[in-house]
C-alpha cells in the first residue's frame, strides 16, 4: 500500500526566509510525486511532479522540490517567500506499479508567511 | 479558460435527502474524479471514471453514486445524505497519461443537517 506523510501542520515562516514544507512517502516502486497548493476557497492546484530524472523539479511560482529516494522524501521548498505564498500544500504519490488511478494525498500542511 | 466547472458551491441538505453535484470539464481530460476533503484527512476519492463510458470506486464509495453522461460531465450523487456526508466536495480532471498532474474544480462546500 502506498502512503504520504506530511508531519507538520503548519509552517511559520518570516517572509524573505527560505521555506520548506516535508513530505516523505512509502511505495513499492518507483514514485511519482507531485506537490498543489490550495488557496482559501479554492480548489487544489498544480505546483510541481516528480516522475524521473533530476532530483530536482522546479514548478510554478518559484517552487522547486527535491526527490531524495534514500530517505523517501520530496520536501518543497522556496528560497524567499513572500505573503502571497501563505496557503495550504499537499503532497501526492501515486505507485505506477500500482493502479492506474490510485493516487494518495497527504494530509496538508498550512503554511503561513508572517510579513 | 473555464478548467473544471463544479455546482453547485454550496448547498445544506436534510439528512435523507438527495441531490447531484454536477461537474464539467473543457480541456477534453480522458480521467475525471471525485473526492471529498474533510479537516485532518487530506483527499478521498470518492469514485473515478477513467474514460468515457467507466466509472470505477475509490476509497470512499459507501453513499454515493456517479455517472459519467459524456467526455465532459461526470456527476456524483447522494441518494440519501447523511451528516457523516458533510464535506467540501472537489471534482478533477486529468490528461490520458499518469504522469500529469489533475486539475480541479473550486469546490462544492455540502453541508447535512
Known amino acids: 500500500a502506498q502512503s504520504v506523510a506530511q508531519p507538520e501542520d503548519q509552517v511559520n515562516v518570516a517572509e524573505g526566509n527560505p521555506l520548506t514544507v516535508k513530505c516523505t512517502y512509502s511505495?513499492?516502486?518507483?514514485?511519482?510525486l507531485f506537490w498543489y497548493v490550495q488557496y482559501p476557497n479554492r480548489g487544489l492546484q498544480f505546483l510541481l511532479k516528480?516522475?524521473?530524472?533530476?532530483?530536482l523539479v522546479k514548478g510554478s511560482y518559484g517552487f522547486e522540490a527535491e526527490f531524495n529516494k534514500s530517505q523517501t522524501s520530496f520536501h518543497l521548498k522556496k528560497p524567499s517567500a513572500l505573503v502571497s505564498d501563505s496557503a495550504l500544500y499537499f503532497c501526492?504519490?501515486?505507485?505506477?506499479?500500482?493502479?492506474?488511478?490510485?493516487?494518495?494525498f497527504g494530509t496538508g500542511t498550512k503554511l503561513q508567511v508572517i510579513p | 479558460n473555464a478548467g473544471v466547472t463544479q455546482t453547485p458551491k454550496f448547498q445544506v441538505l436534510k439528512t435523507g435527502q438527495s441531490m447531484t453535484l454536477q461537474c464539467a470539464q473543457d480541456?477534453?481530460?480522458?480521467?475525471m474524479y471525485w473526492y471529498r476533503q474533510d479537516p485532518g484527512m487530506g483527499l478521498r476519492l470518492i469514485y473515478y471514471?477513467?474514460?468515457?463510458?467507466?466509472?470505477d470506486k475509490g476509497e470512499v464509495p459507501n453513499g454515493y453514486n456517479v455517472s459519467r453522461l459524456n467526455k465532459r460531465e461526470f456527476s456524483l450523487r447522494l441518494e440519501s445524505a447523511a451528516p457523516s456526508q458533510t464535506s467540501v466536495y472537489f471534482c478533477?480532471?486529468?490528461?490520458?497519461?499518469?504522469?500529469?498532474?489533475?486539475?480541479f474544480g473550486s469546490g462544492t462546500r455540502l453541508t447535512v443537517v
Open positions: 478533477a480532471s486529468r490528461a490520458g497519461t499518469a504522469n500529469y498532474g489533475y486539475t
Open positions: 511505495v513499492s516502486g518507483n514514485p511519482y
Open positions: 516528480y516522475i524521473t530524472g533530476d532530483n
Open positions: 501526492a504519490v501515486r505507485d505506477p506499479s500500482g493502479g492506474y488511478q490510485k493516487v494518495t
Open positions: 480541456m477534453n481530460h480522458n480521467s
Open positions: 471514471s477513467a474514460s468515457e463510458g467507466t466509472t
